[in-house]
């Protein structure tokens, strides 16, 4: 049974909400940005509108405590919202993505320093994004971003690919080094010396402003720069829920749009199973294979959430031994789920368009997006990676990792055996 802190003691925290009424007051925003979908993606128009809307409305900040003005929306919750909103667009959870990940760290740092001026922006519609990941010579473990002082100032220079939902953001979540150390940074956005660019060039997911961000001299405060090591523990899992909640809103997005063309549509085949498209039981079938499918992912995504929700509460509890178990736990959770949501996403945002035969191809419809969409989130993190993980753990308990990094093989002779 997860232990749950005493909220008297610990009147910041988000132990959740009733999730119909929290849902209620997005779903109109979700059914608008649904029906400009097609269109945006058509016209690769990043979600800028979209986006501030979700904002001005009160999505940035469902998981901040409702005594600091925000929604006190559990992290299961979020991730079924997140589902929501990626079944109307998978483009906009992933460009949020760094946002509610500050969100968090700033949630499980409330436990010792207190965090109500960072409460405040978020409630206020401020949002955040992220600049973590380098391309090109960067060994693994090694960051080429500094914080350094330029007289009176500190500032930040470096070049950050993946920088998802920077473009869209008010304040940039920084993976750096200041004196050696490995630091967050958190920068604001639209001062002179930061430039994002919108050239992400992969075939899915292609709205999300995953482009470049150049840091020159981008002055950041020293109450905003922070040890990396004390980041929020769970945070690749964190990371890893998003995208399930994507996965799970693209297979309940195609399943959705299939049956309202299917529903639509009156042209039938001679050696069909009905006199019309919509009565015919193998076209219903496949639609029903296909939402039962969303239905699923949705209930991985969520359940995976719920130990995440455990190593949040567990963050104030004061017991480091189970905090570390909690942990773990939402690591492992969080994997298994990307483990099955990644093969089935896939195979259902294709499998689905059997129901309409060749007008499904159309690219007037972009069905064709839902499955793109699964592929590119499904590319991170690479999920064959976690399988061996969980089998590792299985097999023999070993701990699975937390934080991993990408980059050029450091030593590639100590791979050398005799």
Same mark, same amino acid.
Request: proline residues 4%.
């Given at each position: 049974m997860t232990r749950h802190p005493d909220p008297a003691l610990h009147d910041g925290l988000s132990l959740g909400t009733d999730y119909e009424t929290l849902a209620a007051r997005f779903r109109p925003l979700f059914a608008q940005i649904a029906d400009s979908a097609v269109d945006r993606e058509n016209d690769r128009r990043l979600p800028h509108e979209e986006i501030r809307l979700l904002t001005d409305a009160g999505f940035g900040a469902v998981r901040v405590p409702r005594a600091y003005g925000g929604s006190g929306a559990s992290l299961p919750q979020l991730i079924e919202l997140l589902t929501e909103l990626a079944a109307a667009d998978s483009n906009i959870p992933q460009a949020l993505r760094g946002h509610f990940a500050y969100v968090e760290d700033r949630l499980n740092q409330h436990a010792t320093v207190d965090q109500s001026a960072w409460f405040t922006r978020f409630?206020?519609? @401020?949002? *955040? %994004?992220?600049?973590?990941? @380098?391309?090109? @010579?960067?060994?693994?473990?090694?960051?080429?971003?500094?914080?350094?002082?330029?007289? =009176?100032?500190?500032?930040?220079?470096?070049?950050?690919?993946?920088?998802?939902?920077?473009?869209? *953001? =008010?304040?940039? =979540?920084?993976?750096? &080094?200041?004196?050696?150390?490995?630091?967050?940074?958190?920068?604001?956005?639209? +001062?002179?010396?930061?430039?994002?660019? =919108?050239d992400w060039d992969g075939f899915g997911q292609r709205t999300t402003g995953s482009g470049t961000t150049i840091l020159e001299d981008a002055r950041v405060d020293p109450e905003d720069i922070t040890v990396f090591s004390e980041r929020f523990r769970y $945070?690749? /899992?964190?990371? +890893?829920?998003?995208?399930?909640?994507? $996965? !799970? %809103?693209?297979?309940?997005g195609a399943a959705r749009e299939v049956? *309202?063309? !299917?529903?639509?549509?009156?042209?039938?085949?001679?050696?069909?199973?009905? %006199?019309?498209?919509? @009565?015919?039981?193998l076209v219903q079938q496949t639609v029903g294979v296909a939402t039962a499918q969303g239905f699923a992912a949705r209930a991985v995504a969520v359940r995976a959430a719920e130990s995440a929700q455990a190593a949040y509460l567990a963050r104030f509890a004061g017991d480091a031994e189970a905090e570390e178990r909690a942990n773990q736990r939402a690591e492992l &959770?969080? !994997? $298994?789920?990307?483990?099955?949501?990644?093969?089935?996403?896939? &195979?259902?945002?294709?499998?689905?368009?059997?129901?309409?035969? /060749?007008? /499904?191809?159309?690219?007037?419809?972009?069905?064709?997006?839902?499955?793109?969409? /699964?592929?590119?989130?499904?590319?991170?993190?690479?999920?064959?990676?976690? +399988?061996?993980?969980?089998?590792?753990? !299985?097999?023999? %308990?070993?701990?699975?990792?937390?934080?991993?990094?990408i980059g050029q093989q450091r030593t590639p002779s100590s791979l050398i055996t005799d």
């Open positions: 409630v206020s519609g @401020e949002i *955040a %994004g992220n600049a973590w990941t @380098e391309i090109g @010579e960067v060994k693994v473990g090694d960051v080429n971003t500094k914080v350094t002082r330029r007289g =009176d100032d500190l500032v930040v220079n470096g070049t950050k690919f993946y920088s998802t939902g920077s473009i869209f *953001a =008010d304040w940039l =979540d920084v993976y750096a &080094e200041h004196d050696g150390v490995p630091v967050i940074a958190i920068v604001r956005a639209d +001062q002179p010396g930061v430039t994002v660019h =919108d $945070q690749t /899992a964190f990371y +890893q829920l998003v995208h399930l909640a994507t $996965q !799970a %809103g693209l297979v309940a049956a *309202a063309h !299917a529903r639509a549509r009156t042209r039938v085949f001679s050696h069909g199973s009905a %006199g019309t498209w919509s @009565e015919d039981p &959770e969080s !994997a $298994q789920g990307q483990i099955v949501l990644t093969p089935l996403s896939l &195979e259902a945002t294709s499998t689905v368009l059997n129901a309409l035969s /060749a007008s /499904a191809v159309s690219e007037t419809k972009r069905l064709d997006r839902f499955w793109r969409n /699964a592929r590119a989130v499904s590319s991170h993190n690479p999920v064959i990676f976690k +399988q061996r993980i969980v089998g590792d753990w !299985a097999i023999n %308990g070993t701990p699975v990792p937390y934080v991993w990094a």
